[in-house]
């Protein structure tokens, strides 16, 4: 039978090759078509700009955000509308006809970057063979131009966060643009497409670093927080995914209204910041890593708002009460508009809230994080000494993303079965497989330490640098950390790229290697930079500590 769709992007992919008749995620053939088209000519409006560039002329921040939105709304689980991603690649092709028409010199510029038409001919235009991932024939081309859109996809996300806080790096958005045009590039060598994944790490270390400042800048540096786990009596609404702006306008409409304020999954780290600690409504944490929205989202009883993926196709019992809001999206689902530095309107969310039940107790007691770069650095002399002393043998960092695969109970069984004077440095939604096992702590250090976010994997890097200064070392390497990350969907991509980039070797990466590296590819990546995938537990325990 023939493919419906072909996607490969994320760990969950059907077979570990590729989803053809329907995203296990729940993405529908008709909205990959779209999401497809939304990247060719996203990557045609790059060229363009990267042509103005050339030509000696600016490019109007909006552009820039137009590009990084367009690929974050094609992200595993961040938006399953298809008439929001027609509505996407209308306006960018009006953008992209505005700024072609001040093109003097069209030359080479690829038939995305030409290419125009109406709403009519967006289906047959995705069902071409220039769109999609498999529009490269050859497989390792295919491969190292995927592993850059993934990357820039990741990194895109970043840069949206930073945006948000009104905080641009015009550098990375150019590396963004030139990149995205070079993927259509047919001129360019295999090395060529090696060498620009390297440089793709790069801008992802400025790009995660960027968000860093805007954040830190912002809200304050993360400390050491113990958050509730339990709930309250109000009526609650429940906030998701990663933008802390959205959070923060929510948390201010939110006061004095009755209605209390939890965090699930990649927003539990909102609570470590100082800025957040003044609301007395924001009440806590509630419930596991997006995966188990399902069953989480429907005991919450109050509405839940999702700033960016990862969204799981909703149960009927609690459709009408899930919004989203920025690249989120979701057929049926109410979505809140806003642009960047404009106060978006929560006031129907907050109605529907109010009448609801106060959310159902799941769980009870505390866990405790905030282990970002400023707050490890005063813990530097206690961490030093458990290192010199051997209270602390090694580190471990199990940053990443968590899955539904059974497979994935891999990382809870090493997270316990790890010698005891080993620390776990961890980032992103990876943690809940473990941030609950009560696994003690080294001389007051605790053995988990939640730097936050998946984009706070940059926190972890800058640790690693900082103890390399410390130790006097000439190589990150020498260092006694081990590196065993989870992976799922592309901001994955773009910390892996980031580690890569800072010289980091030898980094195990599970469940599975991606589906969308080629042999050849996965080659080059073993060859250089030692990156393996997972074995069973007891194997990688003696693998990575001896015993
Ligand atoms: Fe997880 Fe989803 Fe943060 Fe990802 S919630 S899986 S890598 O979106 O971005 O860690
Ligand atoms: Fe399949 Fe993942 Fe693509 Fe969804 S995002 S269609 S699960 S490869």
């Known amino acids: 039978m023939d493919n419906q769709m072909f996607c490969f992007q994320c760990q969950e992919t059907a077979r570990g090759s590729g989803c053809t008749m329907v995203g296990v995620c729940g993405k529908r053939p008709e909205v990959a078509a779209m999401q497809d088209l939304l990247v060719y000519i996203t990557k045609g409006l790059a060229s363009v700009t990267?042509?103005?560039?050339?030509?000696?002329?600016?490019?109007?921040?909006?552009?820039?955000?137009?590009?990084?939105?367009?690929?974050?709304?094609?992200?595993?689980?961040?938006?399953?509308?298809?008439?929001?991603?027609?509505?996407?690649?209308?306006?960018?092709?009006?953008?992209?006809?505005?700024?072609?028409?001040?093109?003097?010199?069209?030359?080479?510029?690829?038939?995305?970057a030409l290419w125009n038409g109406n709403e009519s001919e967006f289906e047959a235009k995705a069902a071409s063979d220039k769109v999609g991932v498999l529009a490269t024939e050859n497989e390792d081309i295919r491969s190292l131009r995927e592993l850059i859109t993934y990357g820039l996809k990741g990194l895109s996300a970043y840069s949206k966060h930073a945006n948000a806080l009104m905080k641009d790096n015009e550098e990375v958005d150019e590396f963004i643009q030139s990149a995205l045009a070079k993927t259509l590039d047919d001129g360019l060598t295999a090395d060529d497409l090696v060498a620009l994944t390297l440089e793709t790490g790069k801008h992802g270390v400025e790009g995660m670093a960027?968000?860093?400042?805007?954040?830190?800048?912002?809200?304050?540096?993360?400390?050491?927080?113990?958050?509730?786990?339990?709930?309250?009596?109000?009526?609650?609404?429940?906030?998701?995914?990663?933008?802390?702006?959205?959070?923060?306008?929510?948390?201010?409409?939110?006061?004095?209204?009755?209605?209390?304020?939890?965090?699930?999954?990649?927003?539990?780290?909102?609570?470590?910041?100082?800025?957040?600690?003044?609301?007395?409504?924001?009440?806590?944490?509630?419930?596991?890593?997006?995966?188990?929205?399902?069953?989480?989202?429907?005991?919450?009883?109050?509405?839940?708002?999702?700033?960016?993926?990862c969204i799981v196709p909703p149960a009927e019992s609690y459709k009408d009460k899930l919004w989203t809001t920025g690249a989120a999206g979701y057929p049926g689902c109410r979505h809140i508009d806003g642009e960047y530095g404009e106060v978006k309107d929560f006031s129907g969310i907050i109605e529907q809230a109010k009448g609801c039940q106060p959310p159902k107790e799941i769980e009870t007691g505390s866990i405790v994080g905030g282990f970002a770069h400023e707050q490890v650095f005063a813990l530097a002399d206690k961490v030093v000494e458990a290192v010199k002393s051997g209270a602390i043998r090694k580190f471990v960092v199990m940053a990443g993303c968590d899955g539904r695969m059974k497979s994935r109970n891999y990382y809870t069984e090493f997270a316990q079965k790890l010698p005891k004077d080993v620390v776990i440095l961890t980032a992103g939604c990876a943690k809940y497989k473990y941030n609950k096992l009560n696994l003690g702590d080294i001389g007051g250090i605790p053995r988990v330490l939640d730097a936050g976010q998946c984009n706070d994997s940059y926190s972890l890097a800058v640790i690693a640098l900082k103890l390399k200064e410390i130790f006097g070392l000439d190589d990150v390497n020498d260092l006694p950390i081990a590196y065993n990350i989870a992976w799922y969907e592309q901001k994955a991509v773009i910390v892996l790229l980031a580690l890569l980039y800072l010289g980091v070797k030898n980094i195990h990466l599970g469940p599975t290697l991606p589906g969308f590296l080629s042999p050849n590819v996965t080659n080059v990546l073993v060859e250089n930079f030692g990156i393996s995938g997972i074995g069973t537990v007891d194997d990688d325990i003696k693998l990575f500590f001896g015993e």
């Open 50 to 112: 990267t042509r103005l560039r050339k030509e000696g002329k600016a490019i109007d921040k909006k552009v820039n955000h137009q590009i990084t939105v367009n690929l974050f709304i094609t992200i595993t689980n961040a938006n399953f509308d298809k008439d929001a991603i027609v509505e996407k690649i209308k306006e960018t092709l009006a953008t992209k006809e505005e700024l072609l028409a001040q093109v003097n010199d069209r030359e080479g510029l690829p038939e995305a």
């Open 210 to 309: 960027l968000l860093d400042a805007a954040n830190t800048g912002t809200y304050g540096n993360p400390e050491i927080t113990t958050v509730d786990l339990g709930v309250r009596n109000n009526p609650g609404i429940l906030v998701s995914g990663h933008d802390l702006k959205d959070l923060e306008q929510l948390l201010d409409q939110t006061a004095g209204t009755g209605v209390d304020v939890y965090t699930h999954s990649e927003m539990l780290p909102a609570h470590y910041y100082p800025a957040f600690k003044k609301y007395p409504h924001f009440a806590g944490n509630y419930g596991n890593a997006w995966w188990k929205q399902k069953e989480e989202f429907a005991t919450f009883n109050g509405p839940i708002l999702m700033t960016t993926n």
